[in-house]
């Protein structure tokens, strides 16, 4: 009976001594498709299984089970892996827990139910978050207006905004391609839909569908939004009952001196902004930057702000990359002037240089939101009608990772932030 407790305690000690993980690394040099590296840790997720992200370990690595499964799905998927012991693997935790060391491995527990706001027949190049979230084979379903306005966004944990122009503007594009067949189309397609909701106006529609969704983030949920669906709406909350909208927008003039009616209480991210008020100037107002830029394309380039991961995890997520210095890119909204961010935002990414923030984040009552400037990380100019980015081209994009960056944030066990 002796020698039988003797072999299991044996035995117990050497399975322990052999158990081993898989590592995902995220650094420069040992990932060949960083992106991807996302979707698999999000299937892993849906397995319900946990997953630990090793924030400023190796540009942000993964640890893993280590199960069959997992490894078919690496191979499958074209994800560098390393499958470490567990000896191995208390190591680099100990390494990692250590006073001296700007880390945390930070738990993910599940996978975030994901939602597109953005309308039907829009293609996936249109929006760098579909695209991304369709290459790293991530799931998602799209919801609009009608969805919104009914509640929808209650099934949800995470929420991308398309860009849209939630001030009833369409984008502000009326100068340069009012007569365009597709400007007019969208535009009678709005209204109908405004109508079919019960309202007379498209902007008074958008409206409420901007305040359902910060209801939404009040409430607990994530938001990401990219391009002009940041500024748009941040404005649509501040004109709450005013009329910004000129004649050719719906039909009849806009309030007399309504930027003195601008509530900036209301907004999420942005104060004292002044708003552009002419119709053929492509700009919603002066949080952009885009027309203030005097930036070398070739230099353009934007840098991660640097956090404790300790003391404060969720920013230190949110800026996870293989580099602290990132490509820039334009869009409608390219980046926010630093002095129109409110001083509860915080800023992850700014080019100092030109005083502007290219990537932000807060806190909404019970829930978070991010806004990030530019249309594509891998599009410096895009412009309608340009073809669509290829991602198996830019696998490794450090400004595509921050998108997923944020769609793993839900996935978090969280921490009070100290900051």
């Not at 840790?41 to 946990?50: D, I, N, P, Q, R």
């Not at 502007?356 to 009608?385: C, L, M, N, S």
Request: charged letters at 25%; aromatic letters at 14%; hydrophobic letters at 40%.
């Amino acid at each position: 009976m002796k020698k039988i407790f003797v072999f299991i305690i044996f035995a117990f000690f050497s399975i322990k001594s052999f158990a081993s993980y898989i590592l995902i690394p995220m650094d420069v040099d040992f990932q060949k498709n960083h992106l991807k590296a996302y979707g698999l840790t999000y299937w892993v997720l849906s397995k319900e299984l946990k997953v630990k992200w090793l924030l400023n370990y190796r540009g942000g690595s993964f640890l893993l089970p280590d199960t069959e499964a997992i490894l078919r799905e690496c191979q499958i998927r074209g994800v560098s892996y390393e499958v470490i012991s567990d000896a191995k693997t208390e190591s680099i935790l100990e390494e990692i827990n250590s006073p001296s060391q700007n880390m945390e491995a930070v738990v993910l527990e599940k996978a975030p139910k994901i939602a597109v706001y953005t309308p039907s027949g829009k293609l996936p190049w249109d929006d760098a978050v579909t695209m991304v979230l369709q290459y790293a084979e991530i799931p998602y379903e799209t919801v609009y207006d009608e969805e919104v306005l009914n509640d929808g966004l209650l099934l949800f944990d995470w929420l991308h905004l398309h860009h849209e122009d939630f001030t009833g503007q369409y984008g502000k594009f009326y100068a340069s391609y009012r007569a365009a067949s597709w400007y007019i189309e969208e535009k009678k397609e709005a209204e109908q839909l405004a109508a079919k909701l019960g309202y007379n106006k498209v902007s008074e529609e958008k409206r409420d569908v901007a305040l359902k969704i910060r209801d939404y983030v009040i409430g607990g949920g994530f938001m990401f939004a990219m391009c002009s669906a940041t500024d748009s709406f941040d404005i649509a909350l501040s004109a709450e009952g005013v009329d910004i909208c000129e004649p050719m927008f719906d039909g009849d003039a806009s309030d007399a001196g309504y930027q003195n009616k601008i509530d900036f209480n209301k907004t999420f991210a942005f104060t004292n902004f002044i708003l552009e008020r002419n119709p053929m100037v492509y700009e919603f107002s002066s949080i952009d930057t885009t027309q203030k830029r005097y930036v070398n394309p070739t230099t353009d380039y934007f840098s991660l702000m640097e956090f404790s991961a300790k003391w404060d995890p969720i920013p230190t997520m949110l800026c996870q990359n293989h580099t602290a210095l990132v490509k820039g890119f334009m869009g409608q909204t390219t980046a926010f002037t630093r002095d129109e961010i409110k001083s509860n935002v915080l800023v992850l990414g700014e080019n100092k240089s030109n005083g502007e923030a290219k990537y932000i984040h807060g806190i909404k009552g019970k829930g978070f939101f991010t806004f990030y400037g530019g249309h594509d990380p891998e599009d410096y100019k895009h412009r309608v009608g340009d073809a669509k980015t290829e991602l198996d081209l830019h696998s490794t994009s450090p400004g595509y990772r921050l998108i997923l960056n944020n769609v793993l944030f839900p996935a978090a066990k969280k921490k009070k932030q100290k900051t």
